[in-house]
């Protein structure tokens, strides 16, 4: 069976160095298999000196109480999320953000006591896995009993303790490093280990009064989702500006809040365990109930799935190392404003339109090449990620839990034709009338997909799905580990439904559409940090390609994450730059 336990990286806090008297107790192509079935983790570099940090931590009476621990089961989303990453990561989330803040504010024993009290209020960053129990042969493996297990810190040196050995602190590390690392290095997460918070500070002189910050925020995918890393975010940058009659808090103001804090949720006898793990997703959706519901939804979902037509793909090589690389472009707040005005006079938004720029960016690359595998007859599809907060009933507890749905978007191929034979040159008007309807086509595949009456019913045979085929897999990889053969598919015993002319589903791309984050990041509530660059995604598998667009600080990002080794060459580059080149041609006034 998969071991995944860790041990806490160098450059965290050692906790005997201050700490005495503590007592520590379609799925789509991110379920592919694993490619192999050992962690490592990464050594840190020019780790800070935080030997003298918190001393007073340790002193705490002899009445500390026992430690209390809450456990549950995975749900199908998470499940599906968690047995891919076992081996290198696979999913592994990551948010970098860059800013200059006055080095007060992020002197290391304030963020490493804000950080243990987020970690007290957001219990499942605090987490590990206990994986399926262990049977004869991975066939027999039960992996839906793999569960969340959360043991509460027993003090608020405890608190500390265990805070330190998820935080690493780093001097001139540079943001392409941390990513870097954090990417394409040895996993730095595990069954032990779901979060890290990830801090560098650039170069200074003792003398200077600001500096600059590059932060990583790093958790598991089976953890949480993107919007709970950004509201995660905004809530550490308001807690480490927080202010005390016009002055920012000190260490010790923070020990105080994180004392207060661990006496309310656990320094009473009377403790409650049930919320403190967030339901998964699927419990706090509503229940499809009734057997004829029930089969209603299975066809439901079966005829849904039969409209996912895409017939174009990147073309992809296998055998090479995976590398992933994010170049990013970020457009100044004036152009931003041109785009924002000219979408909005067509009707659609930034996100509806990056949808047609992705597949028309495509078509163009293709023609301009002449492939002979390009199929304009073929639609292309893109699959996106659906925030499913606002279908699920209210819950008490943290903001800590995965929570994204799936749809497609599916748009035609094929390019307007020249006027005439003799002109070869695309008529502009054409083009640029088709680009727009073409944008406002995936505007209404969008809003259908997110207020369709039938999301909640498809969402839980989606995560079914999902679940099922990532059990799937990972039996067949554990097996391969311990060198046992895995058998062939044997056929459905049901009656199979033979379609003449099934078309293909393929998608060509993803694309994460995170709309505007300045909703999210409260600016003004932090005005001493100055937050100026954004950057987000995970740990690949091979052959990858992911887009995120976003605005951020009152600009436009556009970003590309992918295995720069798993394409043929040359293939996605040039399509990226199509899409660049369609932003300046289609977007901007």
Not at 381 to 393: D, H, I, V
Request: one cysteine or more; proline letters at 6%; hydrophobic letters at 40%.
């Amino acid at each position: 069976m998969l071991s995944t336990a860790l041990q806490p990286p160098a450059s965290a806090i050692s906790p005997s160095a201050f700490l005495e008297n503590s007592r520590p107790s379609v799925a789509y192509e991110d379920t592919t298999r694993p490619r192999s079935l050992s962690p490592t983790l990464s050594h840190p570099i020019a780790a800070w000196d935080l030997s003298s940090l918190l001393l007073a931590a340790g002193k705490e009476t002899n009445d500390t109480p026992q430690s209390h621990t809450s456990q549950r089961l995975m749900g199908d989303t998470e499940l599906s999320y968690y047995l891919p990453s076992r081996a290198d990561g696979v999913n592994d989330m990551y948010l970098h953000l860059g800013f200059s803040a006055p080095r007060r504010l992020l002197a290391p024993q304030r963020v490493l006591a804000a950080w243990a009290l987020l970690l007290l209020r957001h219990p499942p960053l605090a987490a590990r896995v206990i994986p399926p129990p262990s049977a004869p042969s991975p066939f027999s493996t039960d992996y839906s009993q793999a569960k969340f297990s959360y043991t509460a810190p027993t003090s608020p040196a405890e608190a500390l303790s265990k805070a330190s050995a998820l935080l690493e602190l780093h001097k001139d590390l540079s943001k392409d490093e941390l990513i870097d690392q954090y990417l394409n290095g040895d996993r730095i997460l595990g069954d032990d280990k779901l979060s890290c918070l990830i801090l560098s500070e650039k170069a200074s002189s003792a003398s200077e009064d600001m500096a600059e910050y590059d932060i990583l925020i790093c958790a598991v995918h089976f953890l949480g989702d993107g919007m709970a890393l950004h509201r995660f975010a905004n809530e550490l940058f308001t807690l480490l500006a927080e202010a005390g009659a016009g002055e920012a808090l000190a260490a010790e103001d923070y020990e105080e809040l994180l004392r207060k804090e661990w006496e309310a949720k656990w320094g009473s006898a009377q403790v409650t365990l049930a919320s403190v793990l967030p339901p998964a997703v699927e419990d706090n959706l509503a229940p499809v109930t009734g057997k004829f519901r029930k089969a209603a939804v299975k066809v439901d979902f079966l005829n849904s799935s039969r409209k996912d037509v895409g017939g174009h793909s990147l073309p992809r090589t296998k055998g090479n190392q995976r590398k992933t690389l994010v170049p990013t472009t970020a457009f100044d707040e004036v152009t931003t404003r041109a785009v924002l005005k000219k979408c909005k006079a067509q009707g659609v938004s930034i996100s509806n339109a990056l949808f047609a720029l992705s597949a028309l960016a495509w078509s163009r690359v293709q023609q301009r090449e002449r492939s002979q595998e390009f199929r304009k007859e073929l639609p292309i599809m893109m699959y996106s990620a659906l925030n499913l907060r606002p279908y699920l009933r209210p819950c008490d507890s943290s903001y800590w839990f995965v929570s994204v749905g799936f749809f497609n978007v599916v748009l035609p191929s094929f390019l307007p034709s020249p006027k005439s034979r003799e002109d070869e040159t695309m008529d502009k008007d054409a083009l640029h009338s088709t680009f727009w309807h073409r944008a406002r086509v995936a505007k209404a595949q969008s809003s259908r997909a997110a207020k369709h009456p039938m999301l909640v019913p498809r969402t839980h045979e989606m995560a079914k799905l999902r679940s099922k085929r990532s059990q799937t897999f990972a039996a067949e990889d554990d097996a391969r580990s311990q060198g046992i053969a895995v058998p062939s598919a044997t056929p459905s015993p049901t009656l199979k439904v033979v379609e003449t002319s099934a078309a293909p589903s393929m998608a060509l791309l993803g694309l994460s559409l995170l709309g505007n984050l300045d909703g999210i990041y409260t600016h003004k509530t932090y005005p001493a940090l100055q937050l100026h660059t954004l950057t987000t995604g995970s740990r690949q598998r091979e052959g990858a390609l992911l887009v995120f667009g976003y605005t951020f600080v009152g600009r436009l990002w556009l970003s590309l994450g992918y295995d720069v080794n798993g394409f043929k060459e040359g293939v996605v580059e040039a399509w990226w730059k199509e899409v660049l080149d369609g932003v300046k041609e289609f977007l901007i006034v």
